[in-house]
Structures are given as structure tokens and as C-alpha cells.
């Protein structure tokens, strides 16, 4: 069994024991630590995506209002709405409504808000469970790639590492760069 640190080792090393000596091999080694750092930044990226998602519901079910609203724009990613809270009170949330999919410009729908903050209102009936999916699918998609570029840098290590092992055992120096 493969213990995680040497997993880890693999992913950032490549699979020789000595670390690399050649001008390309290190430049390999960065590119992995570098894709491995952008990959873990998007998937923490995904899952704060998530929580943020959690705590806004947690704000709304804390201290909850329910209005009818009207949709005055609609679009896959942000919708705006205008409602009335039982105070007579008019509201047009700068941000938008949360999870706003399935929404046609002029329809009547109910929405859940914060008494507090009204700014922060959900569509009724949807909750951070509709966030799981696309954060997701964003970090699977990071993970995907980030294993392709990872394959590859392997195969061209393994080809950086033959290529050095055979010049020293020739005893050819490699050219020296003029500068």
C-alpha cells in the first residue's frame, strides 16, 4: 500500500530518488507544485463556494420572512427581484435573489429573507443543496486536468531523466549555453 507522503512525494518529485539536477527537470518540478497549488486553491475555491452558500441559508432560516416577489431580470447565474415585506416596506436586492435558476422575467414567485437583512433573500423551497453540484463538478473538472498535466509532466520527467542518465553514462556534457 502507497502511503499518502509518498503519493505526495511522486506527485511533486517524480518517481526517481534523487532530485532533479538539469535545468528542464527542475523547471518540471515547478510546473507540478504550481499545478497542484492552483488545483487545491479551486477546490477550497469550491467548497467555501459552499459554505458561503450554507451560512446565507442559516442567516435566512434564522430570522425568516416570506414575500412575494417579482422577477424584473432573469438569468441562469443572477436574477433580480423586487418584494414588499408585510411592513409595506420595498425591496430590490443589489445582489440579486439566491439560486436563481428556472426564472422568467415577470413571473410571481415567493421568496425567503432575512428580517434583518432583507438584501439577503433565497427563492422559497431552494437551499444551499442546489450549490453542491456546479462547486462540484468545478473541482472534479480541476482534479481531471490537473491529473492529465500531471501524466504528462511524468512522461516527459521519465524522457528528461533517461535523456540525462544517458549522457552521463556516455560521458557527453550537455552544450554550454552561450551567453
Same mark, same amino acid.
Given at each position: 500500500?502507497?502511503?499518502?507522503?509518498?503519493?505526495?512525494?511522486?506527485?511533486?518529485?517524480?518517481?526517481?530518488?534523487?532530485?532533479?539536477?538539469?535545468?528542464?527537470?527542475?523547471?518540471?518540478?515547478?510546473?507540478?507544485?504550481?499545478?497542484?497549488?492552483?488545483?487545491? &486553491?479551486?477546490?477550497?475555491?469550491?467548497?467555501?463556494?459552499?459554505?458561503?452558500?450554507?451560512?446565507?441559508?442559516?442567516?435566512?432560516?434564522?430570522?425568516?420572512?416570506?414575500?412575494?416577489?417579482?422577477?424584473?431580470?432573469?438569468?441562469?447565474?443572477?436574477?433580480?427581484?423586487?418584494?414588499?415585506?408585510?411592513?409595506?416596506?420595498?425591496?430590490?436586492?443589489?445582489?440579486?435573489?439566491?439560486?436563481?435558476?428556472?426564472?422568467?422575467?415577470?413571473?410571481?414567485?415567493?421568496?425567503?429573507?432575512?428580517?434583518?437583512?432583507?438584501?439577503?433573500?433565497?427563492?422559497?423551497?431552494?437551499?444551499?443543496?442546489?450549490?453542491?453540484?456546479?462547486?462540484?463538478?468545478?473541482?472534479?473538472?480541476?482534479?481531471?486536468?490537473?491529473?492529465?498535466? &500531471?501524466?504528462?509532466?511524468?512522461?516527459?520527467?521519465?524522457?528528461?531523466?533517461?535523456?540525462?542518465?544517458?549522457?552521463?553514462?556516455?560521458?557527453?556534457?550537455?552544450?554550454?549555453?552561450?551567453?
Amino acid at each position: 500500500m502507497i502511503s499518502p507522503k509518498s503519493i505526495l512525494r511522486i506527485l511533486v518529485h517524480g518517481t526517481t530518488e534523487e532530485l532533479p539536477q538539469t535545468r528542464a527537470r527542475i523547471v518540471v518540478r515547478w510546473v507540478r507544485i504550481t499545478i497542484l497549488i492552483v488545483t487545491c &486553491l479551486v477546490t477550497l475555491q469550491s467548497l467555501l463556494l459552499v459554505a458561503g452558500a450554507w451560512r446565507n441559508d442559516l442567516a435566512i432560516q434564522h430570522n425568516m420572512g416570506v414575500a412575494q416577489a417579482r422577477v424584473l431580470s432573469a438569468g441562469p447565474r443572477r436574477s433580480t427581484i423586487e418584494f414588499v415585506t408585510p411592513e409595506r416596506i420595498t425591496y430590490r436586492p443589489e445582489l440579486g435573489v439566491l439560486y436563481p435558476s428556472e426564472l422568467a422575467t415577470g413571473m410571481r414567485i415567493y421568496v425567503e429573507y432575512n428580517k434583518n437583512d432583507p438584501d439577503l433573500v433565497r427563492v422559497q423551497h431552494r437551499n444551499a443543496g442546489l450549490a453542491i453540484i456546479p462547486a462540484g463538478s468545478i473541482a472534479v473538472v480541476a482534479w481531471l486536468s490537473a491529473t492529465v498535466a &500531471l501524466v504528462g509532466l511524468a512522461v516527459l520527467d521519465k524522457r528528461l531523466n533517461r535523456r540525462a542518465e544517458s549522457v552521463s553514462v556516455t560521458g557527453q556534457s550537455e552544450p554550454a549555453s552561450r551567453g
